[in-house]
């Protein structure tokens, strides 16, 4: 586990930042402030840095494999189409999907953040998607985006696609 640590003490105006090498994904980091067994009118701010991915990285997070079940039946609603289809998942949040020949691959799985791929088949297209599951595990939104359209892969990432909204059908277990 890494750290970050900001010291202040207000008496004598200064602060310190203790710093370490790497990637703050400040949105995915537990912050906790403390002044207990610190001088009166100083405060210190600790991060904990666990379970972070590289942006790019498609490998799953070892901790979050064994804490997570996205298995089921998910109804997937493509809000500017109105479109619906189905997915079938395992536990890792992988497999098929309704939509033309569709398959979906999930790379990460954070704090309830839930990143990937998809395929399809049917009209040669694939992405990404990224998505933020409910506390309950049966509801997800976000959104998705292409990478490849036929033999077309220069697509910038995040800049064309959609968003969706996904709904736990049935499940073994609906909570990650």
């Given amino acids: 586990m890494r750290s970050c640590t900001l010291e202040c003490s207000h008496q004598r105006g200064e602060c310190h930042f203790v710093f370490f090498t790497g990637l703050v994904i400040w949105l995915l980091i537990p912050l906790s402030v403390s002044s207990a067994s610190e001088p009166e009118g100083a405060f210190r701010i600790s991060v904990d840095i666990a379970g972070t991915l590289e942006p790019g990285s498609h490998e799953m997070n070892s901790k979050s494999q064994e804490t997570y079940d996205l298995s089921g039946e998910w109804e997937i609603l493509e809000v500017e189409e109105s479109r619906t289809y189905r997915a079938t998942l395992d536990r890792q949040g992988n497999g098929p999907y309704t ?47 292409y990478a490849r359209v036929g033999t077309r892969h220069n697509i910038p990432p995040r800049e064309h696609g959609g968003s969706y909204v996904w709904k736990r059908v049935n499940s073994s277990s609906p909570a990650p």
């Avoid at 399809?120 to 297209?125: F, H, K």
């Fill in 99 to 145: 939509w033309q020949d569709g398959q979906f691959k999930t790379t990460s799985f954070v704090d309830r953040r839930w990143r990937g791929t998809w395929k399809q088949t049917g009209n040669d297209r694939e992405g990404e998607f990224e998505l933020v599951l409910s506390e309950d595990g049966t509801l997800a939104n976000g959104i998705w985006w």
